[in-house]
C-alpha cells in the first residue's frame, strides 16, 4: 500500500508542475471561460522579446495593456539588455516576435537561412552628432578636419557615418579622424571631461549628456542627413520587428493582431511620452523616467509595414552590405524576407 501511495504522490507531482510549466503555442489559441457579462473566447498565446533602449520604446504601452489583460493577444514578454539573448531564443523557436535591429533581423535572416520575416519597422535613425563648446557644425561638409568620437566600430555607427561622408564629398580616413571608443559610458565620460568635442552618439544617450552639460548641443541628425543624399525612398531605419516564417505563413491572422495592437502602443508612446517613459523605467526598457520623455521624441519612433516598409529598409541594408557583406550576414535579403510587402 505504502508503494502504491508513493507511486501516486510521485505521478501527482509530476502532473502538477506540467501543468505549471507547460506554454501554449501561438497556433494554440487559450480558451478563457464564459462568464454572466462575457462569452468565452479564444486568444492567441505569443512570446515577444525586446531590447532594451530605443527599439523596445514601442512595447511599453502595450505591456501595460496587457498587465492589465485588455489586448485581444495573451503576452509573454522579456526585455533583453545584450542582441545575444535575442539571437540565441530566436535561434532555439523560443520567440513568436521580436523587437530587434535592423541589421541583425537580415543577419538572423541568412542564418537561419530564411526562416525570419520582418514584419514593421519601429525606429528609424536614434544616431546625432554632439558639438561641445562651438557650433560651427551645420552640415556633414563641416566636419572637416575635425576628430568625431563615436561607438561602433565595425557596426552600423561606423557604416551610416562612412556613408554619409562620402556622399557629402569626404574621404572618411583622410578628411576627418575617426576615434572609436568600446562602449557609450565611456563615450559619455569623454563627452563631459571635455575630451571629445564632437561626437557621435545614440539616444538616448544624447538627450542625457545634453541634460548633463548646458554646453553640448545637437548640430546633426543623421536621419536627416541621410534623406540630403538619397533618392530611392530609403530611410536610416535602425530598428524593426520580427517573427518566424511558420508564424507569418501559418498564422498571418495572429501577426496582424499584433501589429495593430503594437501599432497603438507606438502611437501611445509618440502622443504621450511621459506616461510611457514611466512605463519604460518601469518595464526595464530605460533606466529613467524622467529621461525617457525627453529622449522619446528623439527616438524617431513609426510604424511602417508592408511595400512602404521594403522600400525603406531594402535601401538601408543595401548600404551596410556594401560597406561590409557581414553586417547584413554575408548577402542581403531576398524579396521573402519582407512580410506583406
Known amino acids: 500500500m505504502k508503494k502504491w501511495i508513493s507511486l501516486f504522490a510521485a505521478v501527482f507531482l509530476c502532473l502538477s508542475l506540467a501543468a505549471c510549466t507547460a506554454q501554449p503555442d501561438v497556433s494554440d489559441p487559450v ?34 495593456q496587457s498587465k492589465k489583460d485588455t489586448t485581444d493577444i495573451i503576452y509573454n514578454f522579456t526585455i533583453a539588455t545584450k542582441p545575444d539573448e535575442v539571437v540565441s531564443k530566436v535561434l532555439s523557436g523560443e520567440v513568436d516576435f521580436a523587437a530587434v535591429p535592423t541589421n541583425l533581423a537580415a543577419t538572423l535572416y541568412n542564418k537561419t537561412e530564411g526562416d525570419i520575416r520582418v514584419i514593421a519597422i519601429n525606429t528609424l535613425g536614434v544616431l546625432y552628432m554632439l558639438q561641445d563648446g562651438a557650433d560651427d557644425i551645420k552640415t556633414v561638409a563641416d566636419l572637416k578636419g575635425k576628430t568625431i568620437y563615436s561607438t561602433g566600430q565595425g557596426a552600423n555607427p561606423e557604416y551610416v557615418l562612412r556613408y554619409l561622408l562620402t556622399k557629402n564629398g569626404l574621404d572618411p580616413d583622410k578628411d576627418v579622424e575617426i576615434v572609436f571608443v568600446a562602449e557609450n559610458e565611456e563615450l559619455a565620460a569623454l563627452v563631459l571631461n571635455g575630451t571629445a568635442s564632437v561626437a557621435l552618439v545614440p539616444e538616448p544617450l544624447a538627450t542625457t549628456l545634453r541634460t548633463k552639460k548646458a554646453t553640448v548641443n545637437t548640430v546633426l541628425n543623421l536621419s536627416d542627413e541621410w534623406n540630403k543624399v538619397t533618392d530611392d525612398g530609403s530611410r536610416l531605419t535602425m530598428g524593426c520587428v520580427i517573427t518566424r516564417k511558420a508564424i507569418a505563413e501559418q498564422n498571418a491572422d495572429v501577426v496582424e493582431l ?3 495592437e503594437y501599432k497603438a502602443s507606438m502611437n501611445a508612446a509618440i502622443a504621450n511620452p511621459t506616461a510611457v517613459g514611466a512605463l519604460c523605467q518601469e518595464y526595464g526598457i530605460l533606466p529613467n523616467a524622467e529621461l525617457a520623455a525627453k529622449a522619446i521624441p528623439k527616438c524617431s519612433m513609426l510604424f511602417v ?37
Not at 468565452?40 to 532594451?52: G, H, N, T
Open 31 to 64: 480558451s478563457e471561460p464564459a462568464s454572466s457579462e462575457q462569452p468565452a473566447r479564444l486568444r492567441p498565446y505569443v512570446r515577444v522579446y525586446a531590447l532594451a533602449g530605443p527599439t523596445g520604446i514601442g512595447m511599453a504601452s502595450l505591456m501595460e
Open 258 to 260: 499584433f501589429l495593430t
Open 305 to 341: 509595414k508592408g511595400t512602404e516598409m521594403k522600400t525603406m529598409l531594402s535601401g538601408y541594408l543595401k548600404v551596410l552590405y556594401d560597406a561590409n557583406p557581414k553586417a547584413v550576414g554575408g548577402k542581403l535579403p531576398d524579396d521573402a524576407f519582407y512580410f506583406g510587402a
